[in-house]
């Protein structure tokens, strides 16, 4: 099954990109945008994983229409 949540990523000079997920809170980083986004995968892919083992409901995802000032929405995708 197919699982997606939209995360915000945000340009830094110093840190590269970092990037939060408005639905679990917390997040990461990455020194390119290309490793950005494969880190937040990663992290999806651990928070769906323990919210699985836990027996923990994940919840519904935030709507991508919301407007973002200092970044832009993606949705990532994992399969579960």
Do not use: C
Not at 19 to 37: H, K, N
Request: charged share 25%; no cysteine.
């Amino acid at each position: 099954m197919l699982i997606s949540y939209p995360a915000i990523f945000h340009e830094d000079s110093q840190l590269g990109y970092w990037v939060e997920f408005p639905d679990f809170g917390g997040g990461t980083e990455g020194d390119s945008l290309a490793e950005a986004m494969g880190n937040a995968r990663e992290m999806l892919e651990g928070i769906v994983e323990v919210y699985g083992e836990n027996n923990i409901p994940l919840p519904k995802a935030s709507n991508l229409s919301e407007v973002v000032v200092d970044g832009f929405m993606k949705r990532i995708e994992v399969d579960f």
